[in-house]
Every structure is written in C-alpha cells, then in structure tokens.
T-cell receptor, first 115, second 112 residues
C-alpha cells in the first residue's frame, strides 16, 4: 500500500542551527512533492513544491531536496528562529483508486526551535 | 474574501444529530478537498472535487458522510447521526492547478 512517513514526530533544535526534516514514501512515483507549515489551530500553509526532475529547490532560508531513487525528500531550515516552530507536513499526489490523484499528507514533524 | 472560508469555526453537537459544514473556496479554483484532522494526527483525506468531474469519495469513512459542491463553488460536508469518534477538525482546501492547496481555518467539531 502507498505510505508517507515523516520520520520524527518531534524535533528540537537550538536557535541558529539548521533543522532537517525527512519525508519518505513507498509505493508511489509522484510527479512532485510539497511541503506545508501548520501552526496550532490553523490550516496548513503551502511552502514549496519540488518536481521529480528537480534535485533541489530553495526559498529564502528553506531548502528542499527530492531523491526519487531513495524515495525521499529532505526539508532544511537554515539559521532557524523560534518563529519557525510549527508542524511541517509533506504531501504528494497519490492515486486514490477512484480515477483521480488526490493530495496525501504525512503526519507531520513538530519542530521546536529553542532560543 | 481572499482566502478559503469555512463555517462555522466551532460546532458542538449532540451524538446522533446531523451537522453541515460549509466551505467557500477561492473564486476560480477548480479543485476542492475535504480533510479531517484528529487531535495530534495527520490529515485524513475525505473527498475531492475537480471541476465538473464526479467527486472522488474514496476517503469518506462511512455512509453517514456526504458532500456536495454546488455550481463548482461552495461545498457542504454533511455528517448524519454524528458519533463521538467524528470529533475532529474538518479542513477544506481549494486549488487552481493542484500545485498548491490553499486551506481554510477549519471547523472544530465536538460531538458530546
């Protein structure tokens, strides 16, 4: 069966360090992968999309890599700040078996940046 | 409004009652998703609408759950004969092209 795993439920890091979050998937061949941020009591907010033919993508202090051989994406936040504390979700299009692709999410990693 | 709007933001209902949750997507977005998020859990896919195509209902957990999308815009998720295990945050998202989903704030449903 198709599965998305975000290896850490929670990750604590010191302010200023680089946070690295992992998203692994099995039995998928996604054309792209997305990362979202979710703050408590709010809906997820889109951060980045990386396509299968892209190895790396950057946006300000964020960097995402996509290794289709390893079936893995890494999400990095450099020079982390307490304001980066949130839950980060990866998502990819999965065939639902009902004739369409729908966006399927991992369970997320809760990042805490300690001052 | 500029974003996805969901109403009500909070709903407390008695077990066995029916509830309707509403989602106003961003104008022009052809795709609309409903997800459910239980406390501390990930997003569970419920249903997906894309344009005029038949909806993908493969994530609905039981026949007590149904959804419709009128005129390709507003969507309503209905839960009949609510049970305590239905308590969760129900999130709606819309998308113009499936490359980015825009989420509403969610409806927190509590079944007592």
């Amino acid at each position: 069966s198709q599965k998305i795993e975000q290896n850490s439920e929670a990750l604590n890091i010191q302010e200023g360090k680089t946070a690295t979050l992992t998203c692994n998937y099995t039995n998928y061949s996604p054309a792209y992968l997305q990362w979202y941020r979710q703050d408590p009591g709010r809906g997820p907010v889109f951060l980045l999309l990386i396509r299968e033919n892209e190895k790396e993508k950057r946006k300000e202090r964020l960097k995402v890599t996509f290794d289709t051989t390893l079936k893995q994406s890494l999400f990095h936040i450099t020079a982390s700040q307490p304001a980066d504390s949130a839950t980060y979700l990866c998502a990819l299009p999965a065939y639902s078996g009902a004739g369409s692709y729908q966006l399927t999410f991992g369970k997320g990693t809760k990042l805490s940046v300690i001052p | 409004g500029a974003g996805v709007s969901q109403s009500p933001s909070n709903k407390v209902t008695e077990k066995g009652k029916d509830v309707e949750l509403r989602c106003d997507p961003i104008s022009g977005h052809t795709a609309l998703y409903w997800y459910r998020q239980s406390l501390g859990q990930g997003l569970e896919f419920l249903i997906y609408f894309q344009g005029n195509s038949a909806p993908d209902k493969s994530g609905l957990p039981s026949d007590r759950f149904s959804a419709e999308r009128t005129g390709g815009s507003v969507s309503t998720l209905t839960i009949q004969r609510t049970q305590q295990e239905d308590s969760a945050v129900y999130l709606c998202a819309s998308s113009p092209d499936l490359n980015e989903a825009f989420f509403g704030q969610g409806t927190r449903l509590t079944v007592v």
